[in-house]
């Protein structure tokens, strides 16, 4: 089992930058995946930014793209997600997640919620207009 835990979430003004951050402990080593994932107000888990443990390849949702990173310290087992040029659409809760299955071959498949085992407990961003 993979604990995660974030920080970094908080309030700014549209166009404003926050980084949060998540630190994993447990079975870090199994894991193979590590996102962000949010969810707004009566919505649906959304995702976010994935890492590729092993190979270090990032995929982005479209709605972030060009305006998110994400990044990885391997050395202190810990993922950040810079996010840039914030929209009040941005607003939700926002959670950390590791997979510690097999490869995930399709985009799509890495934004999956069912795909991720660990979810650590979530950070806020709230984007005022």
């Known amino acids: 089992q993979v604990q995660l835990v974030e920080s970094g979430g908080g309030s700014v003004q549209a166009g404003g930058s926050l980084r949060l951050s998540c630190v994993a402990s447990g079975y870090t080593s199994s894991v193979n995946y590590l996102g962000w994932f949010r969810q707004a107000p009566g919505q649906e888990h959304e995702g976010v930014a994935v890492?590729?443990?092993?190979?270090?390849?990032?995929y982005y949702a479209d709605s972030v793209k060009g305006r998110f990173t994400i990044s990885q310290d391997n050395a202190k087992n810990t993922v950040y997600l810079q996010m840039n040029s914030l929209k009040p659409e941005d607003t939700a809760m926002y959670y950390c997640?590791?997979?510690?299955?097999?490869?995930?071959?399709?985009?799509?498949?890495?934004?999956?919620?069912?795909?991720?085992?660990?979810w650590g407990q979530g950070t806020q961003v709230t984007v005022s207009s």
């Open positions: 997640v590791a997979r510690d299955g097999g490869r995930l071959y399709g985009h799509q498949d890495k934004f999956n919620s069912a795909y991720y085992r660990s």
């Open positions: 890492i590729y443990t092993s190979g270090g390849t990032k």
